[in-house]
Every structure is written in C-alpha cells, then in structure tokens.
C-alpha cells in the first residue's frame, strides 16, 4: 500500500526566514512522481513543485525548493525567505499508477 | 485555459437525497480524477477518468457513488441515499498526461442535514 505521512500538523515562520516541512512516502514502486500542493484557506489547491523520483537532482522553483532522499523516502519541502502569502495547508502527494496519495497536511503560520 | 471549475460550490441536502455534482476539467485534458477532503485531511482518491473510461475506482467507493464522463469532456459525480458521512469537500482535478501535476477546481462542499 502506498502512504504517504507528514509528522508535523502546524509550523510556523518568521516572515523572510526560512522553514522545512517534513514529508515520508512508502512505496514499493519505482516509476513514481512526488509533489507539494498548497491550499490556502477556502481556495483551490495549487501546485507548488514536482519531482520525478527517477531524477537525482533536487527540483527547485523560486523560493521553494525540496531534499529528495530516496533511500530513506523522504521528501522535504524547504520554503527560503517565507511570506505571508506562503501562509497555507501543505499537502506532500505521491503519484504511483493512476492514483494520487496525498499526506494529512501540515498548516504553515507566516508570523510578520 | 479557464481553469477546472466545479458546480454548485456548496450544496445542503438532507439525508437520505440523491445529489449530483459537475466537474468540467481544462479543456486539453483528457485525464480526470475525483477526491473527497474532509476537514484536517488531505484529498483521498476516489475515481480517475482517461477520456470516458473510467479506469480506476478506489475501494472506499461504496456502491452508492457513481462517476461518470460520458464524452470525455464534463464528469459529474453522484451520490445516492446520502448519509451524514459523506458531508465533505468533493475536488476535481484535470491533467494532460500521467506524470503531469494536476489542476484543481475549487470543490464542491456537501452538507448533510
């Protein structure tokens, strides 16, 4: 069975520092993609970095990038110079097949 | 691209009522997926659609939900006999190809009285 777990329900950061969200996927498959999605409060869900888990190196998008360890399952999501706009569900997903996976979520607080 | 878009937004039923929800995905995209989100959770899988095929169906679907796209294009999903357990946000997502990040409508919240 796939999973996927995100061990920390609530974070919080300073405006313009840095967080990490923490996010562990089980799968014996070894065609997979991994995802983070953003939620905003009452709003759709929207991409926020994808990573083909056949690729070794880290995706990174803007202010957001990830720690891909394979070995160990992991896929952390690391947000630099937080904004208030960041403040958001995070969701961790794993596509494998034709289904997508998606962890509990951790909710991200930007303190100003 | 306007988006995927989801009709009604909210919708308050009592139990026991038949409802039925549309999803109208981006245009190109021949992939479509339903999930159902209760609150403090993410989405959970519940059926995926390539073209009008529908492909795969999740085990937690009960035989009182039933998914449709009839021509590839629109889906719509419909619950029979609510119950107070399928009160929940219905999302649709849309995507162009297997390993391609889907897109998100803004749900369908469903309450039941």
């Known amino acids: 069975a796939q999973t996927v777990t995100q061990s920390q329900p609530e974070m919080s950061v300073q405006e313009a520092e840095t967080v990490t969200l923490s996010c562990t996927y089980d799968t014996s498959e070894s065609d997979y993609y991994l995802f983070w999605y953003k939620q905003p409060p009452s709003r759709q869900m929207i991409l926020v970095i994808r990573?083909?888990?056949?690729?070794?190196q880290n995706a990174t998008e803007n202010r957001f990038s990830v720690n891909f360890q394979k070995a160990a399952k992991s896929f952390s999501l690391k947000i630099s110079d937080s904004q208030l706009g960041d403040a958001a569900m995070y969701f961790c997903a794993q596509y494998t097949g034709n289904q997508f996976y998606f962890g509990t979520g951790t909710s991200l607080t930007v303190i100003p | 691209d306007t988006g995927v878009s989801q009709d009604p937004r909210h919708k308050i039923t009592k139990r026991g009522q038949n409802v039925t929800f549309r999803c109208d995905p981006i245009s190109e995209h021949n992939r479509l997926y339903w999930y159902r989100q209760t609150l403090g959770q993410g989405p959970e899988f519940l059926t995926y659609?390539?073209?009008?095929?529908?492909?795969?169906k999740s085990r937690l679907l009960s035989d009182r939900f039933s998914a449709e796209r009839p021509k590839g294009s629109f889906s719509t999903l419909e619950i029979q006999r609510t119950e107070q357990g399928d009160s929940a946000m219905y999302l649709c997502?849309?995507?162009?190809?297997?390993?391609?990040?889907?897109?998100f409508g803004d749900g369908t919240r469903l309450s039941i009285l």
């Open positions: 659609f390539q073209n009008e095929a529908q492909l795969e």
């Open positions: 990573q083909e888990a056949y690729k070794q």
């Open positions: 997502a849309s995507s162009s190809a297997r390993n391609q990040p889907q897109h």
